[in-house]
């Protein structure tokens, strides 16, 4: 065998036992492979180039609902829809909130307890969230707030129109100051307004400050003279033409707070208080103590309750923090019939039922009703069950006499003097009698302009030193031979006062003993 043959020999030998090893190494294919020895070796690596790595899972940002978000400004910015117009106007006020951060901070924190509950009413009506932003441009969430048209409440409330809308007006109980119960009527008005003016919420808003008759007639003025019938189109009055301004800027910067770089406090998106209805009259000092919270803190939830307690025949229902709500509720029944203090009074001379009334700070029907009185015919020595508070009258910071006696203490002048209303005063007849404005002396004493007085109301009144007046009120028994001229020039006066502040325009003649009240300086004369 020659030298070739035996390397031949020798490759064929060596590729029989190598062969077995490469077949165990490398898996078969899944059809019979057609190549080379070579082709076998690299196939696996060109059937693993094909297999396409599998592709990463999508991964959906979540997007949170109004009602998901954490803070409560921001589910009503989620859902604003009207039309923020390039207007004078509403750039004055935008730049005004911007320039008042301080303000919004005063809102939020008033808000804090009630903001999410008005949200709640609004989405559910499907009425547009700027309405929540109304109380801020009515009041500035100030549930106390009282202007100077006898408006009331964080809506704002005049009288006749709570009144027209089932918002009880008396002695215990003010429904404009009930949160609960005024939200529920603004929404009423305002839904009402909405239709009158074909869902053009601009006149609605605007009909909700001036009045929906005001409106309308500025509308027709427009049509009659061929003029654009938008709100800024029409001419109202100055309040009312800043006054959908003013909420539409409002709610550009709510919705825009961080662009405009304005820090407004977060409110937490989740419900505060909860109404609740103990069914019987209580001292608000009891109410309180079931609850486990102050008395000053349960007022400011029931701002409604003008006296020391829920109304005697209703309204009863209360707003307590959501927590409260259990405990409270297992106190009535363990105490029921125990919500207010019983004391036993003897009826002494001269008494009436609405002298007791005024000392114990109630009123004559609930003395009659605690009593089972028909009438008010009472005699010295009977005992009474009167109805009273379980605590001094400073308990109760926020009753309507608390708050009135902090509104006429803050010092408005250098000397302060207290006057007691009598039969045919008014505002204006003893601001001109005392040289200040009706408003100013409304104002003083927590009052609107146009509000009435009552026989034996205290006033306060507020002079400075350089007015040189003081005012003093005089009551004067006609003489006889006395006329209006001398009596004028001995006090000091002008005779025309004199028979403006008797009503004496129909009479030609004064009467001996008749009484005249004069409102006198006393730095002029002595008297």
Request: proline share 6%.
């Amino acid at each position: 065998m020659n030298k070739q043959s035996v390397w031949l020999l020798a490759l064929v030998l060596g590729g029989c036992q190598m062969a077995p090893q490469q077949q165990d190494s490398i898996p078969e294919p899944s059809e019979p492979s057609t190549g080379s020895t070579d082709s076998v070796v690299v196939e696996p690596k060109a059937v693993e180039d094909k297999v396409a790595p599998l592709p990463e899972p999508k991964v959906e940002p979540v997007v949170l609902t109004p009602q998901q978000q954490d803070n409560v400004w921001d589910r009503i910015s989620m859902q604003l829809e009207l039309d923020i117009p390039d207007h004078k106007t509403v750039d004055y006020y935008r730049r005004w909130y911007l320039k008042h951060p301080s303000h919004l901070r005063t809102v939020s924190k008033r808000a804090e307890p009630f903001l999410h509950l008005i949200v709640e009413k609004i989405e559910a009506r499907d009425m547009p969230l700027e309405l929540a932003l109304l109380p801020v441009v009515e009041s500035s969430f100030d549930a106390f707030a009282y202007s100077h048209g006898s408006a009331a409440g964080l809506w704002q409330f005049v009288p006749a129109t709570g009144k027209m809308y089932g918002l009880e007006q008396d002695y215990w109980y003010d429904g404009r100051r009930d949160v609960d119960a005024a939200t529920d009527a603004a929404l009423d008005y305002l839904t009402y307004l909405n239709k009158r003016f074909e869902g053009n919420w601009n006149h609605a808003i605007a009909a909700y400050n001036s009045g929906g008759g005001r409106v309308s007639s500025a509308i027709r003025k427009n049509v009659k003279a061929g003029k654009p019938t938008d709100f800024f189109s029409l001419e109202l009055p100055k309040e009312t033409s800043g006054y959908v301004p003013k909420l539409l800027a409002l709610a550009d910067v709510i919705a825009n707070a961080e662009e405009y770089g304005i820090d407004i406090p977060e409110i937490a998106n989740t419900p505060v208080l909860q109404r609740v209805d103990p069914k019987e009259q209580l001292d608000l000092a009891i109410a309180a103590n079931y609850a486990g919270i102050s008395i000053k803190e349960l007022q400011s939830y029931n701002p409604a309750y003008n006296q020391w307690a829920t109304a005697p025949d209703g309204p009863q229902h209360l707003l307590l923090p959501i927590e409260t709500v259990t405990p409270f509720l297992n106190e009535v029944e363990a105490n029921r019939g125990k919500g207010v203090k019983l004391v036993r009074y003897q009826v002494k001379s001269g008494d009436s039922i609405s002298v007791i009334a005024q000392r114990h700070n109630t009123t004559s029907a609930v003395i009659r009703n605690a009593n089972g009185m028909t009438g008010n015919m009472i005699r010295a020595g009977q005992y009474l069950l009167v109805p009273t508070s379980t605590t001094d009258d400073k308990s109760y910071a926020l009753s309507a006499a608390n708050r009135l006696e902090e509104t006429q203490s803050k010092a408005r002048g250098q000397h302060k003097m207290n006057y007691t209303v009598v039969s045919g005063d008014s505002l204006w007849t003893i601001a001109k009698a005392h040289k200040v404005t009706h408003q100013d002396l409304a104002r003083w004493n927590g009052m609107g302009p146009r509000d009435t007085l009552r026989i034996g109301q205290k006033l306060v009144i507020w002079k400075d030193n350089n007015q040189g007046e003081i005012i003093r009120t005089v009551y004067y028994k006609v003489r006889s031979g006395d006329t209006i001229s001398g009596i004028a020039s001995r006090f000091k006066v002008r005779s025309s006062d004199i028979i403006q502040w008797n009503s004496l325009q129909n009479r030609k003649y004064l009467q001996p003993g008749q009484n005249l009240k004069l409102y006198v300086d006393v730095t002029k004369v002595s008297v």
